[in-house]
Each structure stands twice: as C-alpha cells, then as structure tokens.
C-alpha cells in the first residue's frame, strides 16, 4: 500500500508536504554521525556543505556519504532522514537500495570463480545454466559483464517487465529468467552494447551453476564478509530489515511522497542488493587494496571491452570507465524507486566516494564528482 499525505484539500496537502520536507532538510545542518576521520576540518566542512546544498536544491529526505582516501575509509555522514514520517535520522550505516552498482558486486563474484577455474568466461552460459534457451549464437559470461550480449534491457513501454508498483516475488533465478529469456537478441552477441540489467539476472544463474550454491550465498561468503560488509544484503520487500530507508518519489508539483512498491526478487544480481555508505567504502577499499581479486583480474575487470561491431562502450566488465578531472575514473551508479546512487574510484590515487540518496532521480553523480574533486583537489577544468 502506498501511504500519501491525508486527503486535505490541494494546496494545504502541498504545504504540509512542503513543512515536512523542509523540516527534514533542516538535520542536514548537524549531520548525525561521522566517522573518526583523517580529513581536515575545513575539508571536512567543505564536504557537508557539498551535500547540504545538494539535498536541500533537490528535496532529498536522506543522504549517506562516504570517502575512501589512501585506500581507507577517513570519513562517513548522514544526512536528513531515513524516515519521514518517524524523522528517524540517516546515518552512514543506514541501508539504501543500491541499484546498479550491484553490478559490481557481481562482476567480482563472477572473476572470483573465474581465478579459482570454476567459471570459463567464454563458455557458452548453458553450461551453467541450462534453464536458458539457445540463441542464434552462444552468449557468454564476458559478454554479460560487458553488456554485449544483446539481452535487452527493459522495454520502453514495459511490455513483458514487470509493472510498476507489483510486489510479485521471484523464488528463484530460473522463474526470474521467463521474463525475457524467449525474447530475441537487439544484436549478435559482441556486436553491440546494450546495457542490460536482465543481462545480469543471467550472470546470477551462471554465478549458481558455477559455484553450486545460491547466487546470495556465494557473494555474501566470498565478497560481502571478506570486505568486512556485514550489513549488505539482498533487498527482501517483504522481510524486516534494520538500519533500512524508507524510499521516497517526487512528484511533478514537487512534492516528495512514499515511491512505489518494488519487489527485486528479479534483478537481484543487477538491482537488487542493499547497503549503506559504511559498507560501499569498505567495497571501494577492498578493491583498491586487491584483497577480493588478483591486481591482474582487477585490471581486466577495469579495461574497456569493445564491441566487435559497435560504437565503444566505456565498460568493462562490471564497470564503467571513464576519464575526468585530469584522472582515470572507475565506477557505477544506480536508480530505481526510491534510491539514487553513485559510486566512484579514483585507482591512481587510491580514492573513493560513495553517495545513496533515498529519492528516486535525485541525479547524485555530480554530487559524488563534486565531493571527489574536492577530496583529492581536481582541476574542475580537467578533461
């Protein structure tokens, strides 16, 4: 069920709804909780007002930040609220829907059993996961983590998706697959990028297969405890979940209601998992220090895949590349109902920011370049 503001008349509905925002924004000026950190105070400062202003132009309920300098997580923050209607505080530890930078995750999972020989990135994907049909050419696993595959992603009208606002709970990776399995390719498996979060629902599978354990178990066990991220974890709608935001929409007056209901049983593996900024900076700095994959399989995940036929993708295999502020960047960001996201890695200068925001379309990627230019002081004008 989704709650609104009590059935008022129009415009004493909107100024409610305008008070409680603003009073929500005002936390902002007293972040919660900040973690023990090595910044300088005036750098310090510079970085909370980055973000107060940010959440204050946009109407953002919450905001989590949080910054991983010389390879170490040295500073975190909440802002806001993680509930509206409760004004329960945002916190670094506060639990946000990740989005898309669950594509990350994954990809290390999937390179973690590739160095351990349990996964042939250029193996056919019916290899491990035979519940998925044969197409016009084989389809593998490298071609999913690069978006080459020509799985599509979700259909403009949402035909054969699943609808807006449906709590329909997927058992499993096989029944997630009758969704598009039996679609045709948008192209030859190589030829073309095509972001696809359905790709990745794939990869799950394949993850399973490989791994003979469930696609939750095997990131939690292998990628999730060895980095020390305790509290990320699939986003189950139905279960009781602490630390967990509520997620928030605005709507075309401005106005910031409860976001529709979602139920990522489907896209887990590509949409589905939930952290918080604590826990994303300890990823970014697992990564950093090579501890969850070999500097060599790091690099690899890290290098540009190219399309046999297409246009450069500016992905590699979990992530994309990019280069800005005169520095190499790696990262993802991610957005779905009631989530905005964006994470950030600088290799070069061992550098991470990571900003989850609890407003849908909320456009946290400037914010998140805006904090790292002034975390490891970048020329704006940089290409």
Known sequence: M????????????????????????????????????????????????????????????????AVVLDGKPVWSEGFGVADMENFVPATSSTLYRLGSISKPITAVAAMQLWEQGKLDLDAPVQKYCPAFPQKEAPITTRQLLAHLSGIRHYNPDGKGDVPDDSARHFGNMEESLQLFANDPLLSKPGAEFHYSTYGYTLIGCVLEGAASQKYVDYVHNNVLVPAEMYETQADNFFAVIQHRTRWYHKDKSGVVRNAGVLDSSYKIPGGGLISSADDMAKFASAML?????????????????????????????????????????????????????????VPARRASVVVLANLDDANTTPLAEEV????????????
């Open 372 to 383: 790292l230019r002034v975390l490891l002081d970048l020329d704006q004008k940089g290409p």
């Open 289 to 345: 220090a090579d501890s969850l994959l070999k500097p060599a399989t790091r690099e690899l995940m890290w290098t540009v895949a190219k399309p046999s036929g297409g246009q450069p993708s500016h992905y590699g295999l979990g992530w994309f590349i990019t280069d800005k502020f005169g520095v190499h960047l790696v990262g993802h960001t991610g957005g779905q109902q009631g989530t905005d996201t964006s994470l950030l890695l």
């Open 2 to 65: 989704i709650l609104t503001i009590p059935r008022f008349s129009a415009s004493l509905r909107r100024r409610a709804a305008h008070l409680a925002v603003a009073f929500v924004l005002a936390l902002a000026v007293a972040p919660v909780w900040a973690q023990k950190t090595s910044l300088s105070q005036e750098k310090r400062g510079r970085l909370e007002s980055l973000v107060t202003r940010f959440q204050y132009a946009h109407s953002v309920p919450g905001i989590s930040a």
